[in-house]
């Protein structure tokens, strides 16, 4: 069966790949160590029940009190499962090439960001320096590393007709071909669960009604169209903080709303925006990190780092204070604003506008933060 699996890859090989075969190769570190459990330990999971318990965690759950089997870390594990989804669909990767991404991660790596394996490979799915998937300090990435698979996946002629051990091992070419099927259930219930947080996700292999999913909404249920248009660097008349907002985000809250109507910078600390020295107004991550800041949280500088801030929820469940990602692509998205409740954001936006308050009907949420 292993001779089988591993031909049938090597026949669906694209030139490109079979031309650069050594850089296409990874070692399965940990699949010599993880094969002694049955191949069929999970093949008769609750998908719909899994897909639940995940969601819950992307929503702000304690992952410790959350249970699935084949996730025994799960505060690490989903998301770096998350992030292997999220670059996915940046890429414009159907669901099923997640899936393969996840359960090749699952079996390599169990979806940890392993500073070590066989010989030099690393990270999620044990891509080896020597054989050409990037430098230790890039393999190490999450983002990096998922996207090298899923370019090294998109080479490999047919792939979509393959099963996702065949798939897997077009890529991976591991000495135990067979361990990656174990896994399809669960990658299967995590792909549904975590694309389903992403509004722009859907592709037309997502689901059998053609049906694509709801847009962010916040926790409310509202997306801000009731307040009718609101004037820039205005306060949307009937507009009140929550009483159930965090204190600390209520803090964050306040301080964004007093920079209201000063100008944007590109660059700018956002260390005085009403002062005279324009680079000390804000630009969309500097009024992030600023308003934390006066809450007593520490928040990176960038966009591009502040989407790894806190631990991931769903647009469709957000709280005052979430931190919002659009622009760009899901892994590196290129603004940032906060939600404030009653289905409202407060932003940043960009040159010759100002620090203003917009619907989140208006917003593409490719991401969405909880920093508290």
Not at 43 to 65: M, P
Not at 148 to 157: C, D, G, I, S, T
Not at 174 to 182: E, F, G, I, K, L
Not at 293 to 320: C, D, F, I, N, W
């Amino acid at each position: 069966m292993k001779t089988l699996a591993a031909g049938i890859g090597v026949v669906f090989l694209s030139p490109l790949l079979l031309g650069t075969g050594a850089m296409m190769m990874a070692t399965s570190s940990e699949a010599a160590q993880n094969t002694a459990s049955p191949l069929d330990c999970l093949t008769n999971v609750d998908t719909s029940k899994i897909a639940d318990q995940v969601t819950e965690i992307l929503d702000g759950a304690d992952a410790s009190k959350v249970h699935i089997k084949g996730l025994d870390l799960p505060a690490e594990q989903i998301p770096n499962a998350q992030t292997i989804v999220a670059t996915g669909i940046s890429l414009n990767v159907p669901g099923r090439g997640q899936i393969v991404a996840l359960a090749t991660a699952m079996q390599e790596s169990r979806l940890r960001n392993l500073s070590g394996g066989d010989r030099d490979s690393l990270g999620l799915f044990q891509q080896r320096p020597s054989q050409g998937w990037g430098t230790a300090e890039q393999i190490r990435d999450p983002v990096y590393a998922s996207e090298r698979f899923y370019k090294a996946l998109l080479q490999v002629h047919g792939w979509q007709q393959m099963t996702v051990t065949q798939a897997a091992q077009a890529v991976q070419r591991s000495a135990y071909p067979d361990a990656y099927a174990q896994w399809e259930p669960l990658a299967t219930a995590l792909q549904k669960a975590i694309s389903a947080t992403f509004p722009g996700s859907w592709h037309k292999d997502s689901g059998k009604d053609g049906a694509a999913p709801a847009t962010a909404t916040g926790c409310d249920g509202a997306d801000g169209t009731s307040f009718g248009p609101i004037p820039e660097g205005a306060v949307p008349k009937g507009y009140t903080i929550p009483k159930d907002t965090d204190p600390r985000a209520r803090k964050a809250i306040v301080w964004a709303m007093h920079q209201l109507g000063t100008m944007y910078q590109w660059g700018g600390s956002c260390t005085n925006p009403h002062g005279p020295d324009a680079m000390a107004r804000c630009d969309c991550s500097s009024l992030m990190q600023q308003a934390y800041r006066h809450a007593g949280v520490t928040l990176t500088r960038t966009t591009y780092t502040q989407v790894g801030e806190g631990k991931a929820v769903s647009p469709k469940a957000l709280k005052p204070g979430d931190l919002l990602f659009s622009r760009g692509t899901a892994a590196r998205p290129e603004h940032v604003g906060m939600y404030i409740g009653q289905g409202l954001v407060i932003e940043a936006p960009r040159t010759g506008k100002p620090v203003r308050i917009t619907p989140l009907k208006d917003w593409t949420v490719l991401a969405a933060r909880r920093v508290l």
